[in-house]
């Protein structure tokens, strides 16, 4: 079974070809991806329109492109998968409306979704795919999730952040700090020539007893730094990034581990576009070491997004028997969309 991926839900145009054999976990044959990083630089952050217009210029050429790559013709492709949210709304409608288009044309069935489900299941791209059950930490630039995931489409969620997400605490960190877009990567980089410690930074609802993460007022202890420092910040700017991430990386380190005790599991799953932030990397291995956590992470190119995680979740939902694809062409896209309504019969929260 041959099927293709289209993910357009912020500033990536990512298409893939993934094919599933029998019981064995489907192999990426091609992928290919567009970043708008470069066009949103200059507005310093995602113009909407701007992502909408560009996934219309990019979505056809790449698939063109995996196709040509694998050595496979739109009709033998058995199903087309798109991100039906969550996300910006008209860059959603952008892969959906390009997936029913082709479905209809080709007669072939559609099947939208989830795009956090996407991040969810990247690991099963690599080499080192996990076994369920597991908890997962979802942190991307819009959500901040703890998850338990007891297999495809089985997930409950057990804690999330109250306001800013992990990935815009570092994207709007690094804004205060005079940072380019994205700022997680900006900030990292920085960070390595910092010290964590000279700066006291809070950490969010670190002993809140539940598994709830809240990075607002870390931002704002960071804005207070930044006017106390006035012309000193340059000099200060890489202690105060190592500060900021340390803050951030603690928290989600901390309520991870907790999370995993909580559950009585030892396999960790870290997905989305924080993922690949390597003090968090690092910070986790010590943690795991001590504990005897298993930690899986996609590679690093399945961290941030891209077609191939839609096209695998398809896949692997189709596989599981939780979804059918469908003939039926008439699409809408879901912007605000929680993971936890693709779950039956779990409960939603601890
Ligand atoms: O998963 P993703 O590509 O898109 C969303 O679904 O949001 O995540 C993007 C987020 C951005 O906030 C970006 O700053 C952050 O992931 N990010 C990082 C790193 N690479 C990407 N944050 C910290 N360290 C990184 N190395
Ligand atoms: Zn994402």
Excluded at 210 to 218: N, R, Y
Excluded at 341 to 347: C, I, M, P
Aim: net charge neutral; charged share 20%; aromatic share 4%.
């Amino acid at each position: 079974m041959l099927v293709l991926g289209i993910e357009s839900s912020c500033d990536e145009t990512g298409v893939a070809l993934v094919e599933a054999r029998g019981t064995d976990l489907p192999v990426l044959r091609a992928q290919a991806l567009h970043s708008q990083i470069d066009m949103h630089q200059a507005y310093g952050g995602v113009v909407p329109e701007l992502a909408s217009r560009d996934h219309i210029r990019r979505v056809l050429p790449l698939t063109q492109r995996v196709l040509g790559e694998a050595g496979v013709g739109l009709s033998q492709l058995d199903v087309v998968a798109y991100t039906r949210g969550p996300g910006l709304a008209g860059a959603l409608l952008v892969g959906a409306g390009v997936a029913c288009a082709l479905g209809a044309a080709l007669d072939k069935p559609v099947l939208g979704v989830h795009h956090l489900e996407g991040h969810l299941l990247s690991p099963f791209l690599g080499s080192d795919p996990p076994q369920f059950p597991f908890v997962a930490l979802l942190v991307s630039g819009g959500h901040t999730q703890l998850m338990r995931v007891e297999g495809v489409g089985r997930y409950e969620l057990l804690g999330e952040t109250i306001d800013d997400a992990a990935g815009e605490a570092f994207d709007k960190s690094a804004k205060l700090m005079g940072l380019g877009y994205p700022g997680g990567p900006a900030l990292s980089q920085l960070a390595e020539q910092g010290d964590p410690r000279a700066f006291k930074l809070p950490r969010p609802l670190l002993h809140s007893g539940d598994l709830d993460f809240s990075f607002a007022g870390l931002k704002t202890a960071v804005l207070t730094q930044v006017k106390k420092l006035g012309p000193e910040l340059e000099a200060r700017k890489a202690d105060l990034a190592a500060a900021t991430q340390a803050a951030i990386v603690e928290v989600l380190v901390r309520k991870s581990l907790a999370a995993l005790e909580h559950c009585g599991l030892d396999r960790l799953v870290v997905a989305g576009g924080v993922g690949a932030n390597r003090a968090l990397r690092a910070e986790l291995k010590v943690a795991g070491a001590k504990r005897k956590l298993r930690l899986h992470y996609p590679e690093p190119d399945w961290c941030t997004d891209n077609g191939a995680m839609i096209a695998m979740a398809a896949a692997m939902r189709l596989a599981a028997g939780v979804q059918s694809a469908s003939r039926c062409y008439a699409f809408d896209v879901k912007p605000r969309w929680p993971l936890t309504d693709l779950s039956s019969g779990l409960s939603s929260r601890t």
